[in-house]
């Protein structure tokens, strides 16, 4: 089957433009994860859409960054103003549910990379 | 404040051998690890996990060991392969709640024919 999709999957911007990235999660999935990976760097979790409930925004760096997920499914992040510590690898996960009756695995896209110039 | 460390950046094995990779967590926190392994241009893919209550896990030549009381978790992969070439990720997480992912900074495995 499809996995999780995510465009595009390279963007170069300059620093001060806005930028769009999408995520397509697996059909069925209500958890959905936005994580970056900067250069040499781990991945560092940003934010947590599940079902209908607010989403968990801690890990966003700053409120240039936000995001939102659609009827349930496909998700956007949107960072404004862009600066050049954005530059990363920006990868999108899907899950079957994160309801705490077990561990659901996180399926991985194959990432945005961005480059602030 | 890097709750998940991977304190080897490389490491090189002759295939057929043992591939051990290390990993150390500082939140006592976290209930569930696992181990991801990431080609280029690609996201991480699952590789083996392992919950708090146990001290090891097994998948056909992968295996995790957890030891709690010092934090220490590592993946062996016997015996290597070529194609295990690539970087591993470990994770941790907490069962209840979002389960998101901490991740250490990754260790880059190449196996040498």
């Known amino acids: 089957g499809a996995g999780v999709s995510q465009s595009p999957s390279n963007k170069v911007t300059e620093k001060g433009k806005d930028v769009e990235l999408r995520c397509d999660p697996i059909s069925g999935h209500t958890a959905l994860y936005w994580y970056r990976q900067s250069l040499g760097q781990g991945l560092e979790f940003l934010i947590y859409?599940?079902?209908?409930?607010?989403?968990?925004k801690s890990g966003l760096p700053s409120d240039r960054f936000s995001a939102e997920r659609t009827g349930g499914s496909v998700s956007t992040l949107t960072i404004q103003r862009t600066q050049q510590e954005d530059s990363a690898v920006y990868l999108c996960?899907?899950?079957?549910?994160?309801?705490?009756?077990?561990?659901?695995?996180?399926?991985f896209g194959p990432g945005t990379r961005l480059t602030v110039t | 404040d890097q709750q998940v460390k991977q304190n080897s950046p490389s490491l090189s094995v002759q295939e057929g051998r043992i591939s051990i990779l290390n990993c150390d967590y500082t939140?006592?926190?976290?209930?569930?690890f696992l181990w991801y392994k990431k080609y280029p241009a690609e996201g991480p893919t699952f590789l083996i996990s392992i919950s708090s209550i146990k001290d090891k896990n097994e998948d056909g030549r992968f295996t995790v060991f957890l030891n709690k009381s010092a934090k220490h978790l590592s993946l062996h992969i016997v015996p290597s392969q070529p194609g295990d070439s690539a970087v591993y990720f470990c994770?941790?997480?907490?069962?209840?709640?979002?389960?998101?992912?901490?991740f250490g900074q990754g260790t880059r495995l190449t196996i040498n024919p």
């Open positions: 996960a899907s899950s079957l549910a994160s309801s705490g009756q077990g561990f659901y695995e996180q399926y």
């Open positions: 859409f599940q079902g209908n409930s607010a989403p968990d």
């Open positions: 939140n006592s926190m976290f209930d569930y």
């Open positions: 994770a941790a997480s907490v069962i209840q709640g979002a389960q998101k992912l901490v």
